[in-house]
């Protein structure tokens, strides 16, 4: 499939900082394409500079084989991390508005479906949670059908729940075949929704690939978790990792090392067992947590 | 095929109406700047209704370095009589018209004059006075004219700055809260263009003011009785020009401020020096002539002469003229900078 999408050795220089530091990368037709990485790692810098909004020190955005033009804002649709609308409007009005703005216009009723309007379509927008603001600003960068969707960091600050009927709609919107960029640092989020992932830190990619493909490459083994006094009854060659009170084992057979434990006598109640997760392939590229 | 042209106006037309929509709503700020000119000029009217003037007020015309005493005519030893040095020209008798002043007296002129209102009372007593008094003989020059009562002048100023403060404050705060909370950033995220955006806030603005304005004069022409000598539509002629150019001066102070501290602050650094500077409550007749020069450079100074001249001499359109290309030449030069500096985002 062809590229909807290509950054070219993008650089952004600050007086002070380097916040890119030479990233490309291709976004493929149809895909959802996740920048993934700590906070100020660069991802919302990157972002803007694909969607045209800031203009990159050195290297190349390009949109279907081609610079972006003049009418690169009616193809796309956009979300921000932090976004006020105008007061005392309610969120018809603000569609309204907004579908105003472009010359090709989604119909509102498909916009009140697709993101689940209706409960607070006549509420002033002040006047809605944090879940409803999110789908409504889904909506609104929904409003002129754009051939990409951009969601910087969409659910940052949103409870659980909200967290989870938000993934849903873009699940939804990722449904119809639309091409969607995302950054978040929430790497469940990124292996859920995301087809690609880059990973970035300090301005710079550390991995790139689908999530499945990026954990095989990278870990051959799952992570039981055990009480500290518990864990430290086994004594054999495998990974230890002091977290508080809990240790994490790292072993590629799980059983063999269930089978020591129970050998060596310690309580099995409160294990845990998980998969290898994007967390731990932050924290093996980086030696740091995601979330620091 | 979608018309560039057609695209700007439906885009501009979207922004006015959202912008004005969120201003209707705001039930404070929209009873608030109804209400608050009126009780302005209320309470002037009150001040000033009240006794503790001087009984007389008597403006001299003298040769320079000469003393305003019994020296250069005993008529000026009178008691409960206030004479004070007056600037040469027109206006000094323009005020015995509008019986601002009660009589002038002009030493300059060989043999000497006197300026008396045939309409006023206080100006037939002071005569007599005059003539009982001795001294050189001095030429008696009639004219005539209603009195102008201090709330008919004071009234236009007190329009006039609320309107300015409301024009400043008004664009201005509003589009650095913009800036400040992301807004704007969102809207250059759509085809909408600076222009067309810094137009739309204009032109919502605009309208609004004019509504209240209106209202407020109606208000205080019912309430007070103002004085009225001109026509209407002159007077809604310029106080759009003159708004126009004030909500253009709120562009380019927010053309790239995020602070509304920042902003409150530079908004009443401009604004306040207008108050005194263009003659909102007391005339700039007697001021420096440096500060005449910088008040004619000011937008509130051309609406406020504009205005007392339409509403108390009954100025037409030729009169007033000067003023309004005045006004229109600082709309061009205000949105021309104000749209070359403006950013959407913070810096």
Same mark, same amino acid.
Do not use: I, K, N, V
């Given at each position: 499939m062809p590229a909807v999408l290509q950054a070219r050795d993008l650089v952004k220089q600050y007086p002070r900082v380097r916040a890119v530091d030479g990233v490309s990368f291709e976004v493929q037709e149809g895909s959802c394409f996740g920048l993934l990485g700590p906070n100020g790692a660069g991802k919302s810098t990157t972002i803007e500079m694909l969607e045209g909004l800031l203009k990159p020190t050195s290297g190349q955005v390009l949109f279907r084989g081609a610079p972006l033009g003049g009418h690169y804002r009616e193809r796309v649709g956009i979300q921000f991390q932090h976004t006020a609308l105008q007061e005392h409007l309610s969120s018809r009005e603000n569609l309204r508005f907004f579908g105003a703005l472009y010359p090709q216009r989604r119909p509102l009723d498909e916009l009140i479906a697709l993101c689940r309007l209706e409960e607070f379509l006549d509420r002033d927008t002040s006047k809605l949670s944090g879940g409803q603001r999110q789908r409504l600003l889904l909506a609104i960068a929904l409003v002129n059908r754009p051939e990409v969707l951009f969601l910087d960091e969409p659910t940052t600050g949103l409870d659980p729940q909200a967290r989870r009927n938000f993934w849903d709609l873009v699940q939804g919107v990722k449904a119809q075949g639309k091409t969607i960029v995302l950054t978040t640092h929430y790497m469940e989020e990124a292996y859920l929704l995301c087809d690609h992932i880059v990973i970035v830190d300090h301005g710079c990619i550390i991995a790139q690939g689908s999530p499945g493909a990026l954990l095989a490459e990278h870990f051959d083994d799952a992570v039981l978790e055990l009480p500290s006094a518990e864990a430290d009854k086994l004594h054999d060659g495998v990974v230890y990792k002091h977290k508080g009170d809990t240790v994490e084992i790292h072993t590629p057979d799980i059983g063999a090392t269930i089978a020591g434990l129970q050998a060596a006598g !310690?309580?099995? !109640?409160?294990l845990r067992i998980r998969p290898r997760t994007l967390e731990d392939l932050f924290l093996e590229l980086t030696g740091r947590e995601l979330r620091t | 095929m979608s018309n560039p042209l057609l695209d700007s106006w439906r885009r501009l037309r979207a922004a006015t109406w959202a912008r004005s929509l969120e201003f209707l709503r705001d039930r404070s700020a929209f009873g608030w700047s109804l209400l608050f000119p009126v009780l302005l000029v209320a309470g002037i009217a009150f001040v000033f209704s009240g006794p503790g003037q001087p009984m007389f007020k008597v403006g001299v015309l003298a040769p320079a370095g000469v003393a305003l005493d019994a020296k250069l005519?005993?008529?000026?030893?009178?008691?409960q009589v206030r004479f004070y040095a007056e600037e040469p020209g027109a206006e000094a008798v323009h005020k015995v018209q509008l019986q601002r002043i009660d009589m002038l007296l002009d030493f300059t002129a060989e043999p000497g004059r006197y300026w008396l209102n045939e309409q006023s009372p206080k100006g037939q007593l002071l005569e007599q006075l005059l003539r009982g008094t001795g001294g050189a003989p001095l030429r008696r020059e009639a004219t005539s004219g209603a009195e102008a009562r201090y709330v008919d002048w004071v009234a236009p100023g007190v329009l006039g700055m609320n309107m300015m403060f409301g024009c400043l404050f008004g664009i201005g705060y509003v589009i650095v809260r913009y800036r400040k909370n992301g807004y704007l950033k969102r809207l250059n995220a759509t085809p909408l263009r600076a222009f067309e955006f810094l137009l739309a806030q204009l032109l919502s603005r605009l309208m609004l003011i004019l509504l209240v304005a209106c209202a407020v004069f109606t208000a205080c022409r019912l309430l007070l009785h103002l004085r009225m000598e001109g026509s209407y539509l002159d007077l809604l002629l310029l106080a759009t020009v003159a708004a126009v150019s004030m909500i253009a001066m709120g562009l380019v102070v927010s053309a790239r401020i995020s602070s509304e501290e920042l902003a409150g602050g530079i908004l009443n650094v401009i604004g306040t020096p207008m108050v005194v500077l263009c003659g909102v409550f007391i005339s700039i007749d007697g001021a420096p002539h440096s500060l005449q020069v910088v008040a004619q450079l000011l937008p509130l100074t051309h609406l406020l002469e504009g205005a007392r001249a339409i509403m108390l001499d009954g100025a037409g359109l030729p009169q007033i003229a000067p003023h309004l290309l005045a006004l229109a030449a600082m709309s061009v030069v205000y949105l021309a900078l104000g749209t070359a500096l403006f950013k959407w985002r913070q810096e």
């Open positions: !310690a309580s099995l !109640a409160q | 005519h005993p008529f000026l030893a009178t008691p």
